[in-house]
């Protein structure tokens, strides 16, 4: 049996470890994430585990099959959270899949697979724009490149690995082979409304949004706030506050697509200089690649357009684009046999969030649990979710784990 009262509480505890004080900040490869780290190596060792970090700044956890070696079965989530976030996104997942891995333990019980647990370092991305590094690193997709991200302070994420006493030379090790890893499965809050509207605790995932991640900077000309007539200002903050719009009305005109300007930063930044630089960030999801592609390319004509009507510079950069990831059906059929032994009502559902199974996807199949949260709400400090179905959250992934079979 699972504790969901310790579930609860982990989460609770790794909630503390925050940049801000009041709320919960943790982005990779700060201090907070060290903190974090050390208490998830503590739980995984005393769940039976021999775990460490690996060079990308993962915490992995293994739990050995009756056969020593044997492929595992890999199960986890991520660590790092967004600006100003709840405590369950991400955290959950990898504290329930240990606590699975502490009732195996507690009965002695080994399987004919390995059972592996992975606290990400890097999913959100909030630090250095790109996101998913660690488990990237672990699907063997890592472009090196994406070690030269900066984050806000243009330190790069090469740096910041030597400054959290890593080395980078040593990522690459951290690709695991396709057939070691037999597929990857990852519980996680359902970030949206459907299940509780439909009343049930957990649901199967079908697939996750693929998602557009892109900078842009527009150039105009910083002057004095009272002196430049308005004809003949280049303002930059108000050619974005256009951009902005122009993706909303984009975004809304198909029911699939979302689009979303998350970040926005102009300057000098000060209350009597017209703003002479703006950059922002984009951010596009849809269920279907061709649609997202289409809606990237209209915002990329429509902010040149913008751009060129005001007689501002601008250039667009793409940060990161993640296709579909569909979950393997043979893992669904197992999770959905799981929730049916719980007696629970399956239903299936689509992810409009983004998780760490798409990088997953290019090493081995994967699939996903949600747990039903409230209203829907995350990334958000209201994130909630109730210690019952953290319960039956980790029971039916325990179900899941010890009637894992790998396609005949
Ligand atoms: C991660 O939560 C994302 O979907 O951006
Ligand atoms: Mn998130
Ligand atoms: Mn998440």
């Known amino acids: ?133 660690g488990s990237r690193a672990i699907a063997g997709a890592l472009d090196p490149a994406s070690l030269e991200a900066r984050d806000g302070n243009g330190l790069t994420v090469k740096e910041a690995l030597r400054q959290f006493g890593l080395d980078p030379s040593r990522v690459r090790d951290v690709a695991r082979r396709k057939g070691d890893v037999a597929a990857y499965a990852e519980l996680h809050i359902e970030q949206g409304p459907v299940l509780e509207a439909e009343g049930v605790p957990v649901g199967v995932v079908t697939a996750i949004n693929g998602f557009s991640r892109l900078r842009a900077t527009l150039t105009g000309q910083a002057g004095h706030a009272g002196t430049v007539p308005m004809g003949l200002r280049r303002d930059a903050l108000a050619a974005a506050a256009e951009c902005v719009l122009a993706l909303e009305r984009i975004a809304k005109s198909d029911a699939e697509l979302v689009g979303t300007v998350g970040r926005i930063e102009a300057k000098p930044g000060a209350i009597n200089v017209i703003p002479g630089e703006v950059q922002f ?106 210690e019952a179905d953290a319960g039956v959250g980790a029971n039916t992934l325990l179900r899941f784990i010890e009637d894992f079979e790998l396609p005949a």
């Open 1 to 133: 049996m699972v504790s969901a009262a310790r579930i609860m509480e982990r989460c609770a505890a790794l909630a503390r470890h925050s940049e801000q004080p009041g709320g919960l900040t943790r982005v990779f490869l700060s201090p907070e994430n060290r903190a974090a780290n050390e208490l998830v190596l503590g739980w995984m060792r005393d769940a039976g585990m021999r775990a460490a970090v690996d060079a990308i700044g993962n915490v992995v956890g293994r739990y050995e099959s009756e056969h020593a070696g044997a492929p595992c079965l890999m199960l986890g989530s991520h660590l790092d959270t967004v600006r100003d976030a709840g405590r369950y996104d991400g955290m959950l997942g990898v504290i329930s899949a240990i606590e699975c891995v502490h009732a195996l333990h507690g009965q002695r019980r080994r399987l004919p697979f390995a059972l592996e647990v992975v606290g990400f370092g890097d999913e959100e991305g909030v630090r250095f724009g790109t996101t998913m590094l």
């Open 281 to 386: 960030t984009i951010d596009i999801r849809a269920p279907r690649d061709e649609l997202r592609q289409r809606a990237v390319t209209e915002v990329a004509t429509r902010i040149a357009q913008i751009a060129r009507a005001r007689n501002v510079g601008c250039t667009l950069e793409t940060l990161q684009e993640l296709g579909v990831a569909k979950c393997a059906p043979w893992l669904m059929r197992q999770f959905e046999r799981a929730i049916a032994a719980e007696g629970i009502r399956v239903r299936r559902l689509p992810s409009g969030a983004g998780h760490d199974g798409m990088a997953m996807k290019t090493l081995t199949d994967i699939a996903m649990l949600f747990v039903r949260c409230k209203g829907g709400i995350s990334h958000n400090p209201a994130e909630s979710i109730t």
